[in-house]
């Protein structure tokens, strides 16, 4: 019998390449093929497929691990890939998640498949930490900080600008902030009062600084609402200092029990390459995903629904004598 759970990867960029590391590390993982918009310019230690081309792996691929964006492709590939595999994805629009949920859902009920979306550390790993939290604590107040770390989408919308050449931005919890909540604060806080948004931008000769800064601040949806702090550096700085991908953050609730007393809980996380551990918490979840489609589940869920013990390649009986 095979003992394989065999894992296709479509796209290939920072997740895609963090996903096929996580891959390689796990015993009972394969990595079946990847499935890439530009199959000649990409190298894997797997087969490299024209994503056109992916329904000739419908019998080959027990899990698929979609690694596009949330903002251009998951929106069409999420339903498209449901409806002819398994899927694991880490949509990560919040504002979106039940209108996304809905559409994978009917796609894979009606590819008879099983589909988890938004899984990752945020929304993933902090939703649970949120629903356990609050759950034990009701009525408390729960608090998510993230950082300091990279936020790649809010780097892009820097980089896009007039006269910009190369940029950076890292989300930053608010240190007093932090602090009033670990002593046990319950503020009503504003995203100003959570966190400070730091740019460091690589101008193009000649360019506007002025210009550049008052256009990263007033940016709606992006910097307007938060205190941000502009930085501009020359090109071998950023090279020195800014092509890593740190991020991480922590969720921290608190609450009062029964007898009164003041109780906190907090779940943190620091990473040193974000694409790589959240490319580990997607292959953790195509195990659970295959597991639960072999028992009949199907449609779409969330790491709401997914029992913990699944997500690991032990037994129930080693997890029982080792971890409870």
């Avoid at 931005?169 to 009033?180: A, K, L, S």
């Avoid at 071998?236 to 007393?261: D, K, L, Q």
Wanted: overall charge negative; proline content about 7%.
């Amino acid at each position: 019998m095979r003992k394989s759970i065999r894992i296709g990867i479509v796209g290939y960029g920072n997740l895609g390449r963090g996903v096929e590391k996580a891959v390689a590390q796990s015993p009972d993982l394969e990595l079946a093929a990847v499935f890439t918009r530009r199959p000649g310019q990409i190298q894997s230690s797997a087969p490299v497929v024209p994503v056109e081309e992916c329904g000739d792996y419908r019998d080959k691929i027990d899990v698929m691990i979609l690694c596009g964006s949330s903002s251009n492709d998951l929106p069409e590939q999420g339903p498209l890939f449901a409806g002819q595999f398994n899927t694991v994805d880490s949509f990560d629009l919040h504002a979106r998640i039940p209108e996304y949920f809905e559409r994978v859902d009917a796609a894979a009920e009606g590819g008879g498949n099983l589909s988890l979306i938004s899984s990752g550390w945020d929304p993933g790993l902090f939703s649970l930490a949120r629903v356990l939290f609050s759950s034990i604590l009701p009525g408390a107040k729960t608090y998510t900080f993230w950082g300091k770390g990279v936020s790649q989408g809010h780097s892009v919308a820097v980089r896009r600008l007039p006269g910009v050449r190369q940029a950076v931005q890292y989300t930053v919890p608010v240190p007093e902030t932090v602090e009033r909540i670990r002593q046990g604060e319950t503020p009503d806080l504003t995203p100003r009062e959570q966190h400070l948004r730091i740019c460091y931008v690589v101008p193009e000769p000649g360019a506007d600084h002025t210009a550049i800064e008052t256009a990263i601040k007033t940016m709606p949806g992006y910097f307007a609402d938060y205190e941000t702090t502009v930085h501009f550096i020359t090109e071998e700085e950023f090279a020195a200092n800014h092509t890593g991908m740190p991020h991480g953050g922590f969720v921290i609730t608190t609450g009062s029990t029964g007898g009164g007393y003041r109780q906190q809980a907090e779940l943190r996380l620091k990473l040193e390459d974000n694409p790589e551990f959240t490319g580990s918490v997607l292959a953790a979840y195509a195990r659970a995903v295959y597991r639960l489609h072999r028992e009949g589940k199907t449609g779409a869920c969330t790491v709401l629904d997914i029992p913990l013990g699944y997500l690991a390649p032990e037994s129930p009986v080693e997890l029982r004598k080792k971890m409870v």
